[in-house]
């Protein structure tokens, strides 16, 4: 089966760590029998160049008739005076509300050679692999009313609100469901249930929706826990599931238990499976065209893909092992490094990721 991905680069380091995404990708057609229909498509400050937009209707087009997106990153210093409405970001923004993706799913992994990149202790990280899962589209960042009133007064006031329906709640949760299968079985859910009460129906729901997971063990957890046991033991999680609000916060706290930004994948999925895969950091504009960039979360995303759009778990699981094997041969970019590994560039890592996949057989 051929499976048709769209490639968008972006700007920065970007196109240079998609291309080692794309010899991955070159492989496990040669190697593997597994087929790619690969496109290119323009987002963020490159489209912008191009078409005057950092999100063509063209992009989105072939989005949707994608199985899957692997994006790069976007931005940089050259497009940051333009206007809110042509800055790169928005192309980010753009595509995850044209294509629905619902749900981030951030996993944090330290591979056990780097656990010395943490800021803290080896035993508490070395081998970490937890996956929080944010639901994307809904809660405080969208909820209506929101705004700055001025008040009879004279003085100003603030305004969010965090909404969420039943059947939002029930979709992330479901995926949370789904992919506890797939891994470990244990799912947290995190809420704030004893203060909100958009929480309390979040918690309901979930405890609803576990009676359908018999093999799933659900626990609940209030989010200021959550945030502490992720610094005090976070690997008693294997999946976590919180709203938009808490997972935003919550995920950047698990990725920096891992140490580097250049090793941290991610995905955005919709109701069908399709996702948008990308690597956590941004386009590094500060190392862009220098060889330096770490292609490891790329390929990692790429494992992601495989892994849930393409239903490849035992590819992905290759790829994965060949991520770790080269890092057990001493093998870092300058951002994970210490003294005495062995420095490469960008695409040496690259081939090097090949090289031991091939390995693998
Ligand atoms: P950044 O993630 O691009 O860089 C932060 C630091 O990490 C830099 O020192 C950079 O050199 C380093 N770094 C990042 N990725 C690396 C990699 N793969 N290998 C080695 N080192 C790496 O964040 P920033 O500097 O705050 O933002 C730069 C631009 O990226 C901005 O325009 C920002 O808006 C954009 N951005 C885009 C995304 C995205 O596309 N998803 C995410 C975050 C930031």
Known sequence: MTSKLLLLPG???GPEILAEAEKLLACLQADFGMGFECERGLIGGCAIDATGRPLPD????LARAADAVLL???????????????????????????????????PALLFPELASASTLKSEVVAGLDILIIRELTGGI????????????????????????????????????????????RRLCSVDKANVLETSQLWREV??????????????????????????RAPKQFDVVVTENLFGDILSDCAAMLTGSIGMLPSA??????????????????????????????????????????????????RVERA?????????????????????????????AVVAALRADV
């Open 141 to 184: 960042y969208f909820g209506e009313p929101r705004g700055v009133d001025t008040l009879p007064d004279g003085s100003r006031e603030g305004r969010n609100t965090m909404v969420y329906g039943e059947a939002e709640i029930e979709r992330i949760g479901r995926t949370g469901f789904d992919i506890a299968r797939r891994r470990g």
């Open 206 to 231: 979930m405890t609803r929706l576990a009676a359908e997971y018999p093999d799933v063990e659900l626990s609940h957890m209030y989010v200021d826990n959550a945030a502490m046991q992720l610094v």
């Open 11 to 13: 700007d920065g380091i």
């Open 72 to 106: 790069g990153a976007v931005g940089g210093p050259k497009w940051d005076q333009g206007p809110p409405a042509l800055r790169p970001e928005r192309g980010l923004l753009g595509i995850r509300k044209a294509l629905g993706l619902y749900a981030n799913l951030r």
């Open 58 to 61: 063209e992009t989105v087009s």
């Open 323 to 351: 991520v770790g094997s080269v890092l057990r041969q001493g093998l870092r970019t300058r951002d994970i490094a210490v003294t005495g590994d062995t420095l490469v560039s960008t695409t040496m890592m690259g081939d």
């Open 268 to 317: 955005s999925l919709n109701e069908t499976g399709f996702g948008l895969y990308e690597p956590v950091h941004g386009s590094a504009p500060d190392i862009a065209g220098q060889h330096k960039a770490n292609p490891l979360a790329t390929l990692l995303s790429v494992a992601m893909l495989l892994r849930y759009s393409l239903g490849q778990q035992d590819t992905a699981d």
